[in-house]
């Protein structure tokens, strides 16, 4: 469904990323793990089409993504949602929602529109319970559902999540884990770049690992979390420790 061919991008002098290839089925999850730098980000951004590829392109559905307005991308069925959650702070939980689906406001989707409202209601209660409340008050585990609620607003075929668990704790972790674990359910993809790679693994069907802007390697979860070399290599011991996840 999502497939990456090939892709470079540099920021001037900087190699971020060398022939970066990968895909992303139906009903998948896939996780992209990497250190700090790696270049985790650049690749999603590349993908939404934020940054623009020196070379290779980014296809979904067979459709050439690459250089179209992202308000197209998000239209095609590609969303992000980017590191650091960026929920518009003095905007309602319900505000922010609504934006998520700026790109379906016609009259045509209204009913669609608000089926989904209660469906991200329904797949993350606290928001339910805080829908007046200004995005910008709420904990950082709420700020990350408002984040991935406004995403799924746009009702996309592909998810692309950047480090959902970053700054939270444990338990909130689990929980946010929990919810991206139902969205193929739903008709919906995910990509989900995390540190936490045991967090991330235990709910990916597969994963790439991504070092100083290459994939080093690529395989099922099972295969990533049973090689010890790799995941001292290119991971680190500590990725693998506070782990909030099981071994698939
Ligand atoms: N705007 C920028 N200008 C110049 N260099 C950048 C820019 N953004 C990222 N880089 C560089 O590109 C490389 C990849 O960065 P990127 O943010 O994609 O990594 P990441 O894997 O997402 O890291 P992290 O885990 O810290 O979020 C790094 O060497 C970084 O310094
Ligand atoms: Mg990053």
């Not at 290779?56 to 559905?61: D, F, M, Y």
């Not at 984040?147 to 444990?170: I, Q, T």
């Not at 990916?204 to 080093?216: C, D, E, K």
């Amino acid at each position: 469904m999502l497939s990456v061919q090939s892709v470079d991008y540099s920021y001037g002098p900087v190699k971020a990323l060398r022939e970066v290839s990968l895909t992303v089925g139906p009903g998948e999850i896939v996780s992209l793990l990497g250190a700090n730098g790696a270049g985790k980000t650049t690749l999603l951004s590349v993908i939404s089409g934020l940054l623009a590829p020196a070379r290779g392109q980014v296809l979904l559905g067979g459709q050439v993504l690459s250089g179209r307005k992202t308000s197209l991308v998000v239209e095609a069925g590609l969303v992000q949602v980017p590191e650091g959650r960026q929920v518009f702070g003095p905007l309602s939980v319900e505000e922010n929602l609504q934006l998520g689906a700026y790109c379906r406001r016609g009259r045509q989707h209204r009913q669609q529109v608000s089926r989904d409202f209660e469906q991200v209601y329904h797949l993350f209660p606290p928001l339910a319970r805080r829908r007046r409340q200004p995005a910008g008050t709420l904990s950082g585990g709420e700020q990350q559902m408002v984040a991935m609620g406004r995403a799924l607003m746009a009702a996309p075929k592909v998810l692309l999540l950047d480090e959902p668990s970053l700054g939270l704790a444990p338990l909130v972790t689990r929980e946010i884990f929990d919810i991206i674990k139902k969205l193929p359910e739903q008709g919906c993809s995910v990509l989900l770049v995390e540190q936490n790679a045991l967090g991330a693994l235990s709910v990916a069907h597969r994963g790439y690992v991504l070092t100083n802007g290459s994939i080093r390697f690529s395989g099922s979860a099972a295969e990533i979390l049973g090689d010890r070399q790799l995941r001292e290599a290119f991971l680190g011991p500590e990725r693998f420790e506070g782990s909030t996840g099981n071994k698939p």
